[in-house]
């Protein structure tokens, strides 16, 4: 069996905190075989009662952790079993089942029935067994604890510059186009009409200067997050303009990254003043997405 040093979390954002777990697997795992066990559901679910809004979904919390250089995600469900089994259990069937031959964990990190586990035991458990093993203090920006609670505070209010930073990378978000009311292609400017994931935190409204992927291509985009009130929406929608793309998006997936927040959504008196609006907010968005 291929063995593995595993970093343990949730790991929801991947962000500057996240980031140093995967920088300690690759420092004890230099060969390779570097990988991360997570959880397909938020522990608090079950722990507490309450899901958080989550930063990413399960796909693009694997396609960034990969991004990052782990070799394997393992994503286990989080259910009544796996909040009773014993942490010592649950190391063991890491080693037995995954190839788990080191561990490394944040030192708040617990786990286990109860969150009986903690950073301290999981170490005694490694010098214990021969394995090595990291403890990877919090991060911090501007003194402030980099968290996946503090970066969904900071999308729920549009400030999205101060997200990128914590998080160490633009902010991921993935959803299907479906159709919407074509209303942009009457003004030339054929936006897609992004059907997200439940459950997913939705940046505060506004324009948003982005990175999109399409057929495995990428384009700068021109990203509305709102109800678009000035012709007359009502529904929250997420609608990317893909600059210098031409094609039939329904039924893909477009990834989007944010990288700066534009301008807040508002109603224009027309829609000649709306077009030149988003036209002008496509030069800002060629500029940064060309610069990042």
């Known amino acids: 069996m291929t063995t593995y040093i595993y970093a343990l979390g949730f790991f929801d954002g991947v962000h500057l905190g996240h980031q140093a777990l995967l920088n300690a697997v690759k420092t004890l795992a230099p060969w390779g075989q570097r990988g991360v066990v997570t959880f397909s559901g938020h522990p608090d679910t079950l722990v507490l009662g309450t899901t958080p809004e989550l930063i990413n979904t399960s796909e693009d919390r694997e396609r960034l952790l990969r991004h990052f250089g782990m070799d394997r995600v393992v994503t286990l469900p989080f259910d009544k079993k796996m909040q009773s089994t014993p942490w010592q259990d649950f190391l063991e069937e890491l080693r037995g089942d995954y190839g788990a031959a080191g561990f490394v964990c944040g030192e708040d990190f617990r786990f286990g029935a109860f969150g009986a586990g903690s950073a301290s035991l999981l170490q005694d458990y ?55 009311r074509q209303i942009g292609r009457t003004l030339g400017i054929p936006t897609a009409n992004l059907r997200l994931p439940e459950g997913l935190v939705i940046p505060g409204f506004g324009v948003y200067a982005c990175r999109a992927t399409a057929d495995g291509k990428t384009y700068p985009a021109v990203t ?40 807040p959504e508002r109603k224009f008196d027309s829609l000649e003043e709306l077009k030149a609006a988003i036209l002008k907010n496509a030069e800002q968005t060629r500029q940064i997405v060309r610069e990042a």
Not at 150 to 165: F, K, N, P, S, T
Not at 240 to 248: A, E, I, M, R, S
Request: proline share 5%.
């Open 224 to 263: 509305n997050v709102g109800t678009r009130p000035t012709v007359g929406g009502h529904h929250i929608t997420v609608e990317p303009w893909l600059l210098d793309y031409d094609g039939d998006l329904y039924g893909e997936e477009i990834t989007l990254e944010f990288y700066e927040f534009l301008r």
């Open 126 to 180: 490694c010098e214990k067994e021969g394995l090595p093993c990291a403890v990877v203090p919090e991060q911090e920006v501007d003194d402030i604890r980099v968290s996946s609670t503090y970066i969904r505070q900071l999308l729920h209010e549009g400030r999205m510059d101060r997200a990128v930073r914590f998080l160490g990378h633009p902010h991921v978000l993935t959803g299907s186009v479906v159709h919407g």
